[in-house]
């Protein structure tokens, strides 16, 4: 600390870092006498991170998030506080059946299901997903025992153990492996669906606590769960970027630099400060604290001279590379079935992962006339679609709907997005993974980590990491002395 001063610098400038620096603003401004001086550095020209909407000829094309899932009221409070209520949309209720693709057909998503899993069991009796001993094994999960697994388990284990394989195989692989960027039998049921371990402890059976959850009255459902009708999921009408873009708008006092990597992070020997950032301009930069919102992976980089301990748990965050190809089509040239789009059980051998029909989910994507699809590939270990150039990945995604939907029109407008290593995902002890780098972290008073990398890969968990890791860092007292559980990711 210099003075009465505390320098804070947010390292990454998509939606985590954006939603720390704005909260340390709002922080600054309420608490003048703090005397926060914060910065922000983001290494490529444009602030957002994976956070980007193109507008092409009246088309709003995501290039990487197109939804947020709305676990809790914070999301929805967010876009009030930035004045953006009212730019809020949701999915299109008149298109809410999605599919799985499977042996080649598409079969309806059964109702009913909530977090991948079945919350009744009526809805599976007519799903040609299931044969006729898989929907009993499902219905049988009523009467199942609970176990009482210490520690973390796969999601694919829990859900076999709890519905059975099929439901384990045919639904929730798809499902939420293609949520949550991986193969649910290395997905932590304790990092992404703690709901279901909790469901189970409180109620033994995840279907008869659906039943009580159905027969509780509205307000206590706990948020966002009223009007079962209407769709968790919910966009921007002028795109997600609109959000970054608000809190970049809002960032009033904070030095903003952009086109500015951070090369190094070291402690400072000696002297007032905490810590010492080399910067890829060659200039220095010094901080009482540092908040690490980059990935994890080059989160790694930077602390690896710090602690070695943290770096190694670092690297073991897992991140899916992924290409999304969006095609507009003239109306009238194609024809999609009623739904928001369908995914692709991975043991169908394809490199499509999930074809989302834009137009139809998100009406306000395309114009009148206009048919807008968006394509997800995921590489996995078999396939390595970052090979393939873009004229390549066109050619596979258009031969797969052309077998899968009889498309067979050229469309007007193509446009491939890639991502190398960019889905962060949570494999089997991913909790203990963070409890082990929160406890190294603990040696090093004031850096704080955010970001998909941690507690939430959505954007709005992202933004939630961001926000609570710029109240963390003005609640530690001093760079010396700083207690634990106020260091690190928590
Ligand atoms: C294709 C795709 C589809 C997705 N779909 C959805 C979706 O529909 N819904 C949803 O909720 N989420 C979705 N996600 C996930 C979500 O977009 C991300 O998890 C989230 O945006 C990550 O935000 P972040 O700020 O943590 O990281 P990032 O956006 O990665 O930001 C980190 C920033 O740090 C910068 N940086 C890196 N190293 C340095 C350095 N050394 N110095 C300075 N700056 C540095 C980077 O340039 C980057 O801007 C999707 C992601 C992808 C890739």
């Known amino acids: 600390m210099s003075g009465s001063s505390l320098r804070v610098?947010?390292?990454?400038?998509?939606?985590?870092?954006?939603?720390?620096?704005?909260?340390?603003?709002?922080?600054?401004?309420?608490?003048?006498?703090?005397?926060?001086?914060?910065?922000l550095i983001e290494a490529a020209d444009r602030l957002g991170g994976k956070v980007q909407t193109d507008h092409v000829d009246e088309l709003l094309l995501e290039r990487g998030p197109d939804?947020?899932?709305?676990?809790?009221?914070?999301?929805?409070?967010?876009?009030?506080?930035?004045?953006?209520?009212?730019?809020?949309?949701?999915?299109?209720?008149?298109?809410?059946?999605?599919?799985?693709?499977?042996?080649?057909?598409?079969?309806?998503?059964?109702?009913?299901?909530?977090?991948g899993v079945p919350r009744s069991i009526w809805p599976m009796a007519a799903s040609g997903l299931l044969s006729p001993w898989g929907k009993v094994r499902a219905a049988l999960e009523a009467i199942v025992p609970a176990a009482h697994p210490d520690g973390d388990e796969s999601v694919d284990g829990f859900i076999r153990r709890r519905f059975g394989a099929e439901v384990a195989e045919r639904i929730a692989l798809p499902l939420l492996g293609g949520i949550y960027s991986n193969d649910t039998r290395r997905l932590s049921l304790l990092a992404t669906?703690?709901?279901?371990?909790?469901?189970?402890?409180?109620?033994?059976?995840?279907?008869l606590g659906a039943r009580r959850a159905a027969h509780r009255p509205a307000a206590n459902k706990g948020p966002g769960s009223g009007g079962r009708s209407q769709s968790p999921f919910v966009s921007l009408r002028g795109g997600l970027e609109c959000l970054t873009t608000a809190l970049a708008a809002r960032l009033s006092g904070v030095d903003v630099r952009p086109r500015t990597r951070v090369m190094a992070l070291m402690p400072t020997p000696t002297g007032e400060s905490a810590f010492t950032l080399a910067l890829g301009?060659?200039?220095?930069?010094?901080?009482?604290?540092?908040?690490?919102?980059?990935?994890?992976?080059?989160?790694?980089?930077?602390?690896?001279?710090?602690?070695?301990?943290?770096?190694?748990?670092?690297?073991?965050?897992?991140?899916?590379?992924?290409?999304?190809?969006?095609?507009?089509?003239?109306?009238?040239?194609?024809?999609?079935?009623h739904g928001s789009g369908f995914i692709v059980s991975p043991d169908e051998g394809r490199l499509l992962s999930a074809c989302s029909w834009t137009s139809q989910k998100w009406p306000h994507t395309a114009p009148d006339g206009v048919i807008l699809l968006r394509c997800h590939l995921h590489a996995t270990e078999h396939a390595t679609i970052l090979d393939l150039d873009d004229i390549g990945l066109e050619r596979t995604v258009r031969a797969e709907l052309g077998e899968l939907l009889g498309i067979t029109a050229t469309p007007r407008l193509t446009r491939v997005y890639r991502w190398p290593r960019a889905l962060a995902s949570y494999e089997v002890g991913h909790l203990d993974r963070l409890a082990t780098l929160?406890?190294?972290?603990?040696?090093?008073?004031?850096?704080?980590?955010?970001?998909?990398?941690y507690r939430g890969v959505g954007v709005a968990e992202c933004a939630r990491q961001g926000i609570e890791a710029a109240a963390r860092t003005v609640a530690v007292p001093s760079p010396n002395g700083v207690p634990a559980s106020v260091a690190g990711t928590r």
């Not at 914070?74 to 599919?99: I, K, M, T």
């Not at 406890?439 to 980590?449: C, E, I, N, S, Y």
């Open 9 to 39: 610098v947010v390292v990454g400038g998509g939606v985590t870092g954006l939603a720390a620096a704005h909260e340390l603003a709002r922080l600054a401004a309420e608490r003048p006498a703090d005397g926060l001086r914060v910065t």
């Open 67 to 115: 939804a947020v899932f709305l676990r809790s009221p914070f999301w929805l409070e967010l876009c009030q506080r930035l004045g953006l209520a009212d730019q809020v949309v949701r999915a299109n209720p008149e298109h809410r059946q999605s599919y799985i693709l499977r042996r080649g057909r598409l079969h309806g998503i059964p109702g009913g299901m909530e977090g």
């Open 193 to 207: 669906t703690p709901h279901l371990r909790a469901a189970e402890r409180e109620h033994r059976s995840l279907l």
């Open 281 to 337: 301009d060659g200039q220095r930069l010094v901080a009482d604290r540092v908040i690490l919102t980059v990935p994890a992976f080059a989160a790694a980089e930077l602390l690896r001279p710090l602690s070695v301990v943290a770096a190694m748990q670092l690297d073991r965050v897992n991140y899916a590379s992924a290409a999304i190809v969006t095609l507009a089509f003239p109306a009238g040239s194609i024809t999609l079935p």
């Open 438 to 453: 929160d406890r190294a972290l603990a040696d090093l008073p004031g850096v704080f980590l955010a970001g998909a990398g």
